[in-house]
Nanobody
Framework: QVQLVESGGGLVQAGGSLRLSCAAS????????TGWFRQAPGKEREFVAA????????YYADSVKGRFTISRDNAKNTVYLQMNSLKPEDTAVYYC????????????????????WGQGTQVTVSS
């Protein structure tokens, strides 16, 4: 089991940037692909971005492509989500999660395949 702690959320104006971090416990973090998901009030939790075990492959939801960048530092057991050009519709609680699935967009975009989840960090974008 991997324990995950998100940080870096906050209140930002539209057009601004935030960098979220997901710190993982355990020495096997590099064995897991990691995803970011978000959930706005009254909505389903949705896929945002994912990165494979090595960091060599990344996937993005169409709504964030070109604005968000996911990366990882396995030496620090941390995955990042750099969010630029933020919009009010990006407002949500952001969660990171891990899966033992190695790669493949059709798998890594499916939240049901993620096993361990963090507690979430709130991102609020004002207009």
């Amino acid at each position: 089991q991997v324990q995950l702690v998100e940080s870096g959320g906050g209140l930002v104006q539209a057009g601004g940037s935030l960098r979220l971090s997901c710190a993982a416990s355990g020495r096997t973090f590099s064995s897991y692909s990691t995803g970011w998901f978000r959930q706005a009030p009254g909505k389903e939790r949705e896929f945002v971005a994912a990165i494979n075990r090595s960091g060599g492959t990344t996937y993005y939801a169409d709504s964030v492509k070109g604005r968000f960048t996911i990366s990882r530092d396995n030496a620090k057991n941390t995955v990042y989500l750099q969010m630029n050009s933020l919009k009010p519709e990006d407002t949500a609680v952001y969660y990171c999660a891990t899966t033992p699935i190695a790669d493949g967009s059709s798998w890594l975009m499916r939240k049901a395949l993620y096993r361990d989840w963090g507690q979430g960090t709130q991102v609020t974008v004002s207009s």
